[in-house]
């Protein structure tokens, strides 16, 4: 649950640096409509990985693929974003699997 609060909050400041990035690059050079099209897509993949907490491996993976892609896209401005990928990525990485809780039998058992 931790890891999905970072993860969403990293996604939503993604997809609003990067819809800044576009309208600023709007009088500018048309290649940051690329980075800015492409941090809004990883931005949505490391959301996605948030979705998928219950299998770890997969979610953890998706939002490193966030992370980095955010990174290589928007640069420093995808600073934030990026960090708070990595930390969702890690805490879904370190958590344990909850053991079964078996009630105790009434009376005790006898061999």
Do not use: C, D, H, W
């Amino acid at each position: 649950m931790r890891s999905q609060k970072a993860t969403l909050i990293g996604g939503i400041f993604g997809i609003l640096v990067a819809m800044g990035v576009y309208l600023i690059a709007f009088n500018y050079v048309s290649s940051y409509y690329t980075n800015a099209a492409a941090a809004f897509i990883f931005s949505i993949v490391g959301i996605a990985g948030a979705i998928f907490e219950g299998r770890k491996i997969l979610g953890a993976v998706l939002m490193f693929v966030g992370a980095i892609g955010i990174i290589s896209s928007l640069g420093f401005y995808g600073i934030l974003s990026f960090i708070l990928f990595l930390v969702g990525a890690m805490v879904i990485l370190m958590q344990k699997k909850a053991q079964p809780v078996v009630p105790p039998v009434a009376g005790g058992e006898r061999i």
